[in-house]
């Protein structure tokens, strides 16, 4: 780790400070991994290794923020449709108005959607949120704030509905192959969780004094649904790849997975300076993914991508653990799980550290920031 001996360090502090039991991180430069770690434990006295297939949690919006953007390419879909075109009783409650862009940029209103219990079948879950009421004097696309399930359910429904294949199966098929990403899952088939159970990274709560396991990201039954918004799994290179992917794409060409446009119009500033009513902070949104938001308070924004990423940086996190980004300034995509959820003020300190060091090993700072990140939490 001579290399990258801050990454390291905060890595190891983490563990130290009880913040996680371990960590995956992975790093990729002009199409090039050039670091590819695993520290720590995967549970006690079991050792965390870079195959262990970890929760990536929201981290893993954008790929299905793609696969819609995929629809949309192909004509199937256009992102003003409103939602009840192609499932009508999402309609329920007064929910008319909203619109596939609406979705994709959290602007929809209706985060009751969230309230989904994790044992609910698929076509449970959906019913559940078609029948969500409207946030109170909600006018889409005016107001915004962060959907953490209802919206992703919903786009899911749309890859079914639009294509007939189930959104982990259209997932699997026209993003994870085609990216290489092939131990990644929206959702375990029985036949990896019988063949790699040891490999399957797990999610602790470490916000109090000893950590404990989580109390249902553990078990097989969660491991097996499919929730397009926060089940993605694998080893955190493969989201580092997939962002990668993203970088590689140049104007007149396309990547293996999206136009140069559509990369463009997805990593761009969709929604901007408008307050995020659930992360109760100004944030910037592209279509699925949250672009660097550092300018409305660069030690403030929650799931930022730390002090020294460029204007364009775009990526996402994932609850209390993770995070994803692009860097096209940097030509950098970056990736990491932490498996300790240590409350959410704590964790932000820990991610503002990260991510700012990993720029600092990488000399990607100017001359009078380059320590501002050394030491502390």
Not at 84 to 108: C, M, Q, Y
Not at 227 to 256: C, D, I, M, W
Not at 295 to 317: C, E, I, M, Q, W
Request: charge should be negative; glycine fraction near 10%.
């Amino acid at each position: 780790m001579s290399n990258f001996p801050k990454t390291f360090r905060s890595l190891e502090r983490g563990i130290e400070a009880g913040l996680q039991l371990g960590a995956q991180l992975a790093i990729i430069r002009n199409g090039e991994l050039i670091l590819d770690l695993a520290v720590g434990e995967n549970a006690p006295g079991e050792p965390l290794t870079t195959t262990h297939l970890m929760p990536w949690l929201s981290s893993g919006k954008p790929v299905t923020a793609v696969a819609i953007l995929q629809l949309i390419e192909r004509g199937k879909l256009r992102l003003d449709t409103r939602i009840p075109e192609i499932i009508p009783e999402f309609s329920e409650n007064g929910k008319d108005a909203v619109t596939v862009r609406h979705l994709l940029t959290h602007t929809g209103g209706f985060r009751e959607g969230d309230k989904v219990p994790e044992h609910l079948s698929w076509d449970e879950s959906i019913a559940r949120v078609c029948a969500a009421k409207p946030d109170p004097d909600w006018v889409p696309g005016e107001q915004a704030g962060y959907d953490i399930l209802g919206s992703w359910f919903i786009l899911g429904e749309l890859i079914r509905r639009i294509d007939g294949r189930a959104p982990e199966l259209f997932v699997r098929e026209e993003i994870l192959n085609p990216c290489a990403m092939n131990n990644s899952w929206i959702a375990l088939p029985d036949d990896v969780i019988a063949s790699r159970r040891n490999e399957i990274g797990l999610m602790h709560l470490t916000h109090d004094i000893a950590p404990a396991p989580h109390p249902f990201m553990n078990h097989e039954r969660n491991w097996q649904h499919a929730r397009p918004g926060s089940s993605l799994r694998g080893p955190v290179r493969e989201l580092a790849r997939f962002y990668s992917h993203l970088l590689q794409t140049k104007p007149g060409n396309s990547s293996k997975i999206l136009t140069s446009d559509s990369v463009r119009a997805m990593t761009s500033r969709q929604r901007e300076g408008l307050f995020d009513q659930t992360f109760q902070h100004i944030m910037d949104w592209g279509f699925g993914v949250i672009v660097n938001s550092a300018k409305h308070g660069r030690s403030t924004v929650p799931y930022g991508f730390g002090l020294h990423a460029s204007d364009d940086t775009f990526g996402h996190g994932g609850m209390q653990s993770s995070c994803g980004f692009a860097d096209p300034k940097h030509g950098l995509a970056v990736a990491w799980v932490c498996n300790g959820m240590s409350g959410e003020m704590k964790h932000q300190l820990r991610a503002r550290e990260l991510n700012s060091v990993i720029y600092e090993d990488l000399g990607l700072t100017s001359e009078n920031n380059s320590s501002t990140t050394d030491g502390r939490r």
